[in-house]
């Protein structure tokens, strides 16, 4: 790192991923703040600045060596499972400082010899105690899939054979009964039942009580004739809708077209009318959002449609290092393996990574939002500018 750059950074101070030490604290203090930024988003710890005032404190030569020593020893003997971090000397006008590159880790959660599992709050770092959050750090570490988990309070019996015998007949050519095996085994080989209960996956495709036991798992919508929520100017909204994924998406296009403005097809009078912004747009979007949403935040997807925009809110910022340029690119990171292995025998999902670029190919004003500090991801679909005032 050039000594300009460092300046820069040393002089913005402390952020959700730069640190700064002084000198070496204790080995569990920094274990705690090496623990917080692998369980986070990674960072770089900045060892000679004073963490109160930002006054440089240059390092000795003998320090350097104690220090990065230490850190090593931190790394490998302090945390689990064990980090692997980058150090590095950064001159300036001679004296030295050591910088400390923790990456973001790929087997989250780490913790402390004592099972402690920390995270960045900002400049800080907290304990992780709620069993929600732990669950999402697993997910993000592939150690647990929020739609492989059992839903307590739910039964074999709960299972939806209207819609789940039609699913076994598109993937297998067969029916049930022509597999000559049980129902409950055949729901288990899907990842669809444990231990005589539902998993997520399963209530949420074929599940008939889905809305009674995990109601905010749907999508909710409000169209405004307005730029914004506030004030009393709705059109239309609706409650978190019941039913399985297929019929929550049914219902949800449904809103949608009631509420999009249609305009002819062709030039001739009997042409039939379609929506102002291609159907396929929202297909991909919000089955996009059903399908990669985050499970273990218990909140619905939103649907806002106001007079300048559309609006398609996710609860869950994009999983690990995934940018937006990458999915805009087709790349993806499974987050409900289950429900994406069967999504494209009960959904219009093709399941190939492009659905996000498919959309933008319809219609070129989409944009998107990871939005890290609220966790939630954003569609935002502009309405045509001679639309507005229509």
């Known amino acids: 790192m050039g000594k300009d750059e460092l300046l820069d950074i040393i002089s913005c101070g402390e952020t959700s991923m730069v640190k700064f030490k002084e000198r070496m604290p204790s080995k569990d203090s920094l274990a705690q703040e090496m623990i917080a930024f692998s369980n986070t988003m990674g960072g770089l710890i900045i060892v000679g600045v004073s963490d109160k005032t930002g006054n440089l404190n240059w390092l000795t030569f003998q320090e350097i060596e104690l220090t990065n020593r230490l850190f090593v020893d931190v790394a490998s003997g302090k945390i689990f499972p064990p980090i692997f971090i980058q150090t590095e000397t950064a001159c300036i006008d001679e004296h030295k400082l050591i910088l400390i590159t923790v990456p973001e880790g790929l087997d989250k959660p780490y913790k402390t010899s004592s099972g402690a599992i920390y995270m960045k709050n900002g400049a800080d770092k907290r304990v992780l105690t709620s069993n929600n959050e732990i669950a999402r750090l697993l997910q993000s570490g592939k150690n647990i899939f929020a739609d492989e988990l059992p839903v307590e309070g739910s039964l074999i019996s709960d299972v939806?054979?209207?819609?789940?015998?039609?699913?076994?007949?598109?993937?297998?050519?067969?029916?049930?009964?022509?597999?000559?095996?049980?129902?409950?085994?055949?729901?288990?080989?899907?990842?669809?039942?444990?231990?005589?209960?539902?998993?997520?996956?399963?209530?949420?495709?074929?599940?008939?009580?889905?809305?009674?036991?995990?109601?905010?798992?749907?999508?909710?919508?409000?169209?405004?004739?307005?730029?914004?929520?506030?004030?009393?100017?709705?059109?239309?909204?609706?409650?978190?809708?019941?039913?399985?994924?297929?019929?929550?998406?049914?219902?949800?296009?449904g809103f949608i077209d009631r509420n999009m403005r249609k305009i002819p097809s062709g030039k001739s009078f009997n042409s039939l009318p379609i929506w102002q912004i291609p159907y396929g747009v929202f297909e991909e979007l919000i089955i996009n959002a059903l399908i990669h949403r985050d499970y273990f935040i218990p909140s619905t997807i939103k649907i806002f449609i106001f007079a300048d925009r559309i609006e398609i809110i996710s609860p869950g910022k994009l999983p690990n290092s995934l940018t937006v340029e990458n999915i805009e690119n087709g790349i993806s990171i499974a987050r409900n393996p289950i429900l994406q292995s069967i999504a494209q025998f009960v959904l219009p999902y093709k399941g190939l990574g492009t659905g996000i670029a498919r959309a933008k190919s319809l219609y070129q004003g989409i944009s998107f939002e990871n939005l890290t500090s609220s966790g939630q991801f954003k569609a935002i679909i502009a309405k045509p500018k001679n639309s507005l005032h229509d």
Not at 186 to 214: I, T, W
Request: glycine share 8%.
């Open 160 to 253: 939806d054979l209207s819609q789940f015998e039609p699913f076994i007949t598109k993937k297998y050519k067969q029916t049930i009964e022509g597999l000559n095996i049980s129902l409950s085994q055949l729901l288990e080989n899907q990842g669809l039942l444990k231990s005589g209960q539902l998993s997520l996956a399963g209530l949420l495709l074929f599940g008939k009580n889905r809305h009674k036991l995990r109601p905010m798992f749907s999508i909710q919508c409000v169209s405004v004739d307005d730029r914004v929520l506030i004030g009393n100017l709705f059109l239309d909204n609706e409650l978190a809708f019941e039913g399985t994924i297929a019929e929550v998406f049914e219902k949800a296009m």
